[in-house]
């Protein structure tokens, strides 16, 4: 099957040429046709399988055959859970609509919303954006959703996982009822059954792979190693297998920056990318990393869904996420568009029930390989760190009534009294 069997029009078939693809991804010969005849869509395929392509055609082709008013609002409305997807889908509607009279935006939270206000008012037809920033400028009275046909949420069940379905139901209550509804996720989960049960009018259900299945072309291995020396054995691959373009993840921010500086000791350029990072620091890393001026990405799962690298040949599981689906989005970054790629994950004696977790979703056992020198630890523990801990649980502070009576806060107590009868004027107990 090719790109013109699917009914899209010529400046579309041009633009895609241009780009260099011939043949539809399966989830793109389901959902274009579909999308085509109006219909609203919930569809699931893996991350790396053209997804995105897959809605961005044929709403392009949708808002090109109706007229332009003389000031352009808001028809085509794609949601996204983070900065980096949003820029890559926008990044998409430039490339496929550039032979049509589409004018689009990308608005995101983290930069100056002073130049996205100047787009908008210029008018446009399809508005990409995260959730809180299109509230924002909308509370603002900056944007308005009164005209929306198209209506699109891509890696839905990401955002359900970062909170935003407050979010997403204020927009929904924003924006016209009669519009066509395109969802679009990497798993369906109960939570996401029940959001398409909300919105969705009687819509199709397209399943391009396997729920939660692992792209065949990308090879998967475990490298069983002692908590203490990940860092160690991460920078032996590197250097010995010369790796030049590396995406490696961790469980925390701080994990990432500490990861990255034991890279740039050891001679290796390395950036981290993760939510306390600015756009700026961001877009900065990633662009170091797709020109290869920077070998390793160390990113935290704020990147997991994001990330459009062609051709990455390497992703490292630094350490394993508690979420297995997680997993499956993290590996997804390579062995995209049929290429090759190598997933390999450093497991720790903690960890051991999450990769029984990932084993289970994903069907298979996965290779496991033990490096001379870093050995796994026998007499680490068994207890897995929660999600977003860098460091153990503090004891919990004890009440005063309960606290020792030789202890600091007794001292505490009475330099405070000394304190007070100071600045009252009174002399202080010597």
Known sequence: MSFHSLGLS?????????????????????????????????????????????????????????????????????????RELAAQVHQSVILYGEFLDIKSAVIFGGVNQTPQERVIRKGVDVLIATPGRLLDLQNQGLLSLAKIEILVLDEADRMLDMGFLRDIKKILALIPSRRQNLLFSATFSKE????????????????????NTTVDAIKQKVYRVAKTKKTGLIIKLIAEGDWKQV???????????????????????????????????????????????????????????????????????????????????????????????????????????????????????????????????PNESTKPEKQGQGRPNRTTRPNRSQAPKNDSNKLIRRNTRNKNKRNSGGKPKQ
């Open 247 to 377: 995406l490696v993840f961790t469980r925390t921010k701080h994990g990432a920056n500490r990861l990255c500086k034991y890279m740039v000791k050891a001679g290796i350029s390395a950036a981290a990318i993760h939510g306390n990072k600015t756009q700026g620091a961001r877009t900065k890393a990633l662009t170091g990393f797709k020109n290869n001026s920077i070998r390793i990405l160390v990113a935290t799962d704020i990147a997991a869904r994001g990330l459009d690298i062609p051709l990455l040949p390497h992703v490292v599981n630094y350490e394993l996420p508690n979420v297995p689906e997680d997993y499956v989005h993290r590996i997804g970054r390579t062995g995209r568009a049929g290429a090759s790629g190598e997933a390999l994950s450093l497991v720790s004696t903690d960890e051991t029930g999450y990769l029984k977790d990932i084993e289970k979703l994903i069907g298979i056992t996965i290779p496991v390989e033990i490096v001379e020198g870093f050995e796994p630890d």
């Open 192 to 211: 996401i059954k029940n959001l398409a049960n909300d919105f969705l009018h009687h819509p199709v259900l397209i399943e391009a792979t396997p729920e």
């Open 10 to 82: 010529t400046p579309l078939l041009k633009a895609i040429d241009k780009q260099g693809y011939t043949t539809p991804s399966p989830i793109q010969q389901k959902a274009i046709p579909l999308i085509l005849e109006g219909k609203d869509v919930l569809a699931s395929a893996q991350t790396g399988t053209g997804k995105t392509a897959g809605f961005t055609l044929p709403m392009l082709q949708i808002l090109s055959q109706e007229q332009h008013l003389s000031r352009r609002p808001i028809r085509a409305l794609v949601l996204t859970p983070t």
